[in-house]
């Protein structure tokens, strides 16, 4: 099953000489219950074509489709519901709110949605995560590790279509790097979740099963690995 899908992405900022293209037509499928990463050298369109397929940034020519859902279609207003409802997204920055304890945080989608939370998923969620004993504590009162795991809360708190990740070990050490990765890798094998990570880093990859390389905005490699769950 395809999660989502570009045909023909392009995309280019600017105009006349300052023209940047971005991404030069990139046909790609995202398959469904599998954990994607996105590798390829700086500039080389990693973070457009992510933030593309999520519906945070448009098209110049090509489609984006989520599902049977045509992004490429829709104004603003649409977008909006859609990555609300459907998507999840992970920044490398955390992104939470500081005046926030960790489980206002972790809700906030489903309030700005509007939904009552799936109290059993949320009690999953909270404990594979390791959060039970944070959750009244703010960001501010959190390691790096546990932000970012907030942070991923929040992002399958709603049981989004996709999960697209954008550096999400960035700013962690490396053992919190590799809890996280893991964790992200069981999200995928347990229950089915989808994710798209973008990442610079080898050994972020390596946790994913399929690896799609880009170079100067086109695709340049497709690999997908057997899926070892030694890695667990
Ligand atoms: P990556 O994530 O692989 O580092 P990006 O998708 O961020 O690559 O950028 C691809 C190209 O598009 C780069 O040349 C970058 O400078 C350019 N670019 C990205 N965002 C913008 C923007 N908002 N305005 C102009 N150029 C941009
Ligand atoms: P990790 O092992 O996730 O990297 P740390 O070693 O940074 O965590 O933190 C160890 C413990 O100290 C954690 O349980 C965390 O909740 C707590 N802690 C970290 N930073 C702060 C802070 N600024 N204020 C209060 N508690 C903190």
């Known amino acids: 099953r ?8 392009e995309k280019v900022y600017g105009r006349g000489e300052a023209a940047v293209r971005a991404l030069a037509g990139v046909t790609l499928d995202i398959h ?42 829709m104004g603003d207003r649409q977008l909006t519901t859609v990555r609300r409802d459907r998507i999840g997204f992970v920044f490398q920055a955390f992104n939470l709110l500081p005046q926030l304890t960790a489980q206002e945080n972790i809700l906030l989608p489903l309030e700005l949605a509007g939904r009552r939370p799936d109290q059993s998923w949320l009690d999953q969620v909270v404990d594979v995560l390791g959060l039970r004993q944070r959750l009244r504590h703010r960001p501010s009162e959190l390691s790096g590790g546990q932000q970012q795991r907030v942070a991923v809360a ?51 990859a390596s946790y994913a099963d399929r690896v799609v390389l880009l170079a100067d905005g086109a695709l340049a490699g497709d690999i997908y690995r057997p899926t070892p769950d030694t890695v667990l």
């Open 2 to 9: 395809v999660a989502a899908r570009t045909i023909g992405l």
């Open 32 to 73: 469904a219950g599998r954990f994607t990463a996105i590798m390829g050298p700086s500039g080389s369109g990693k973070s457009t074509l992510m933030h593309c397929l999520a519906g945070l940034d448009s098209a110049t020519a090509g489609r984006v489709l989520l599902g049977d859902t045509d992004l490429t279609a």
């Open 154 to 204: 929040r992002a399958l708190v709603t049981r989004p279509d996709v999960v697209f990740a954008d550096e999400p070990t960035g700013n962690l050490d490396s053992r919190s790097g590799n809890e996280l990765l893991g964790f992200l890798r069981r999200s995928v094998h347990d229950y089915g979740q989808t994710i798209v990570m973008v990442t610079h880093d080898p050994v972020a």
